[in-house]
């Protein structure tokens, strides 16, 4: 089998001025999703094809579309899909994901929570507290992890309420 981890990615031929003149440009345009793709893959390779990998890097990624490209080439490598919704758009990748962290910031309490009653499924009449139920379930939650209720952020609890 020939060994490919010692065959460069390119070789760059030419007046050595020139060469030189351009060897900083190609290597930036390809050492950034070289690098995240053989990330991306060393993560594919260590979890095995069975387990999904969700990239969610878009904050943390450098330049003004390294999270658009780091997206793009964490796919390549092979995880699922991306938290990224343009690139998922521009380049086909699965979305998945969970609320954005400014959103779960920006609640206090439940009294900030607009729609609290939610219809219930299945067509049927009336109204349920969602606020209420889901106050109810914390409370079951904290008690089975033997924490109090007043331990947790109200503001989170009604930013998922309201999400």
């Known amino acids: 089998m020939y060994d490919l981890t010692q065959e460069p990615l390119m070789k760059v031929r030419g007046p050595l001025l020139v060469v030189q003149l351009l060897e900083t440009t190609l290597l930036c345009l390809v ?4 690098l995240v793709a053989t990330n991306a893959a060393r993560f594919r390779l260590a979890v095995g094809p069975e387990k999904k990998l969700l990239e969610m890097g878009l904050r943390r990624a450098q330049g003004p579309d390294g999270g658009l490209s780091a997206s793009r080439y964490s ?16 380049f086909g990748i699965p979305v998945a994901g969970t609320v954005a962290h400014s959103y779960v910031a920006s609640f206090t309490s439940t009294d900030e929570v607009l729609d609290q009653a939610l219809q219930p499924a299945g067509g049927r009449n009336g109204h349920v507290d969602f606020v209420s139920v889901s106050q109810s379930w914390l409370r079951k939650v904290c008690h089975l992890l033997q924490i109090t209720s007043q331990s947790t952020n109200p503001g989170e609890l009604a930013a998922f309420v309201s999400y």
């Open 31 to 34: 050492n950034y999703g070289s």
């Open 75 to 90: 796919y390549i490598g092979g995880f699922d899909c991306t938290s990224n919704v343009l690139a998922g758009r521009r």
